[in-house]
């Protein structure tokens, strides 16, 4: 599952049309939401808390054409919480955003 630099842009081209400023702003938006979902996750204390922002992180991929973070996040869900290899991935995946 190789990560597609031009999905995300995909996916926002086809919602906004060809608009670069605007695909440029929606692109950084989901950049940042990424970021705060992945903090929640960082900084959970409790299993529900790390599975609410799994969910979100995932919801958010999805809604975005991010497969390979999606699928992270889908992982992330039933991971121990706090669990540092899945932290590292998820942060990798955000970083290639």
Same mark, same amino acid.
């Given at each position: 599952?190789?990560?597609? +630099?031009?999905?995300?842009?995909?996916?926002?081209?086809?919602?906004?049309?060809?608009? +670069?400023?605007? /695909? @440029?702003?929606?692109?950084?938006?989901?950049?940042? !939401? &990424?970021?705060? &979902?992945?903090?929640?996750?960082?900084? @959970?204390?409790?299993?529900? @808390? $790390?599975?609410?922002?799994? $969910?979100?992180?995932?919801? %958010?991929?999805? !809604?975005?054409?991010?497969?390979?973070?999606? &699928?992270? @996040?889908?992982? &992330?869900?039933?991971? +121990? /919480?706090?669990? +540092?290899?899945?932290?590292?991935?998820?942060?990798?995946? /955000?970083?290639? %955003?």
């Amino acid at each position: 599952m190789a990560y597609d +630099p031009g999905a995300i842009d995909a996916t926002l081209a086809a919602a906004v049309g060809d608009e +670069p400023g605007l /695909i @440029a702003e929606l692109r950084l938006a989901f950049v940042e !939401s &990424a970021e705060r &979902a992945y903090t929640l996750m960082a900084e @959970a204390v409790t299993v529900e @808390a $790390w599975k609410a922002a799994a $969910w979100r992180l995932k919801g %958010l991929a999805a !809604s975005f054409g991010a497969i390979r973070l999606m &699928a992270l @996040a889908t992982d &992330a869900v039933t991971a +121990p /919480i706090g669990d +540092p290899a899945t932290l590292a991935k998820l942060k990798r995946a /955000i970083e290639r %955003l």
